[in-house]
């Protein structure tokens, strides 16, 4: 099994998701069937609440993606008891929110004991990666990776982790809370008060995604640098867009598209919402301009300020603080500004 893939990428079953076929939800996840020599998962134990909480075995094979935010299956909810005609025997290891997690570093003590609330497994290889035990440690949940797991059977995991190390292991916390952390942790940095209506976070899984604009990439360094911070953040997938990379890519994607090639055009975004200023030839490429940039990657909105002049050979830049617009002429060259 590869190691390299991050968190964020692992399928997670949470006990009680939703289940999501294709028309609609219907029912929760209250089982799982694991083949406990080559620890991969088979089935899924689907409650549905219309068939009196009748619970049916699902293939993982019928599994699209499986987050916090529900287990998104591949049929109908009219199929789904077909698709689960699976009987489970007395020699299948099925796991629950009940099963007991156990940690043989204090084997025969009241420590050392917790409750299963999740399992995270591979994507490709369907092989357990990690999971998340309740109380393992007094007043938290934790997550172990699947290398701390010995031995899987009926109701029970258990695991060697020392002490010491379980110790320093991450916490794992609800995302309600985590979210909250992360919104206050932005407000009180300053510097990041300007950009907080261009940025979208989101924290899912223990896993904050960042989206959204932010004035510079520096800036998005600076936030990233914040949420990590918050205590039980697993990890961080920035995809702020700032204004100075969206200006010079922007600009680079105006100036390879024939339509708009060496026709002086300045990119002047702010937090995504890009102003479009200078002149063109005619109307079409202004059209084409404002066409390019609006389909561009990170831009939010468009205003196209674009003159449209037969004989134009200048651009004009932004209006000084004296009002009115200055002019950069360049004999036999434009220059494309990007502030």
């Not at 800036?219 to 995809?239: F, P, T, Y």
């Not at 024939?258 to 002149?279: H, K, N």
Request: a negative charge; proline letters at 3%; one cysteine or more.
């Amino acid at each position: 099994m590869s190691n390299i893939l991050s968190i964020s990428a692992m399928q997670k079953f949470h006990f009680g998701s939703k289940i999501l076929c294709s028309d609609g939800e219907d029912g929760f996840l209250a089982q799982v069937v694991f083949d406990a020599a080559t620890r991969k998962m088979t089935h899924l134990g689907v409650r549905q609440r219309r068939l009196f909480g009748h619970t049916v075995f699902v293939s993982l094979e019928s599994v699209v993606s499986a987050t916090g935010e529900g287990i998104k299956i591949r049929a109908r909810r009219a199929d789904l008891a077909t698709i689960g005609g699976v009987e489970v025997t007395a020699t299948d290891t099925v796991l629950d929110e009940k099963t007991m997690v156990e940690n043989i570093e204090n084997a025969g003590s009241a420590a050392g004991k917790g409750r299963l609330m999740l399992i995270a497994l591979h994507p490709e290889s369907w092989e357990l990666s990690y999971l998340v035990v309740h109380e393992l440690r007094p007043g938290q949940d934790t997550l172990l990776q699947g290398k701390y797991v010995t031995e899987i059977s009926a109701g029970q995991i258990k695991v060697h982790v020392e002490d010491a190390v379980l110790h320093d292991l991450p916490p794992f916390r609800p995302d309600s809370v985590l979210q909250r952390e992360v919104e206050t942790a932005f407000f009180r940095q300053i510097q990041l008060h300007i950009d907080l209506k261009g940025i979208t976070a989101r924290v899912l899984d223990g896993v904050l995604y960042l989206d959204g604009n932010i004035s510079s990439s520096l800036r998005g360094d600076l936030a990233e640098r914040q949420a990590m911070g918050v205590r039980g953040i697993l990890e961080i997938k920035n995809r702020l867009v700032g204004d100075d990379r969206l200006a010079s890519d922007l600009a680079m994607a105006l100036g390879r598209d024939s339509r708009t090639r060496d026709l002086p055009i300045g990119v002047y975004p702010r937090l995504g919402v890009v102003r479009l200023s200078g002149a063109v030839h005619n109307g079409q490429q202004k059209a084409a301009a404002e066409e390019i940039a609006r389909n561009f990657d990170g831009v939010r909105s468009v205003f196209n300020d674009l003159i449209v002049d037969p004989k134009a050979d200048l651009l004009h830049i932004m209006s000084s603080s004296e009002g009115g617009e200055s002019e950069d002429i360049v004999p036999g060259k434009y220059v494309r500004h990007t502030t």
